[in-house]
Every structure is written in C-alpha cells, then in structure tokens.
C-alpha cells in the first residue's frame, strides 16, 4: 500500500514537501517514484529513485526544481518540489514498479500552485 500527503495551496515560487509511506511492500529491487495528472493533461513521470544504486530520474519539466529521496528506514519516499509554477498544479501520486515489472500505485494528494 502506498499513501501519499504533503500537497496543498502554495502560491507560484513556493515550496511543497510531498511524502509517500509504502508499508506492505517488501522488495529489494524496485523504483518508486512519483506521477501527476491535471485535468485534461496526460500523466506524467515526475521523478523516481532506484532502490538499488539511488540513481534518479527528473522529468525535463521539473528538473533543478524537484528533489527525490528515499529513506529507506522509513519505507518512504520525499519529492521536495521548490519554485512552483502554475503548471506544477496536479494531483501528485506515488508509485512502485518491481523488478519483476509488477506496478503500485496509491491514491494521490492534490497540489495546487496559484499564481
């Protein structure tokens, strides 16, 4: 199971911290990241992390702004999303794809950057 929070109203140039708890998961080999979804608007990848070398993927439209980490103590994973823009509204999800190509995801948390 995978619970995200974190989200909310920022005003544009702001800074959110979202976190997503996998509890129930027990795998060595996976990657575990994050998607948004705005209405009208296709989903996207916003970054995921490599259980296994912590190596990292930043989509071209967050990239400098959004941070990901994983503290592996904890069963968590952070996005760290600084210099928000309007288009950064979405509602944020996490998810978590095994090695073996079996796919997570949990219910998201809105983000919502006025401007």
Do not use: H
């Amino acid at each position: 199971q995978l619970q995200a929070s974190g989200g909310g109203l920022v005003q544009a140039g702001g800074s959110l911290r979202l976190s997503c708890t996998a509890s129930g998961i027990t795998f060595d080999d996976y990657a575990i990241g994050w998607f948004r979804q705005a209405p009208g608007k296709e989903r996207e990848v916003v970054s995921c992390i490599a259980s296994t070398d912590g190596s990292t993927y930043s989509a071209d439209s967050v990239n400098g702004r959004f941070t990901i980490s994983l503290d592996f103590a904890k069963d968590t994973v952070y996005l760290q999303m600084n210099g928000l823009k309007p288009e950064d509204t979405a509602v944020y999800s996490c998810y978590l794809i095994t090695a073996g190509l079996t796919y997570y995801w949990g219910q998201g948390t809105q983000v919502t950057v006025s401007s």
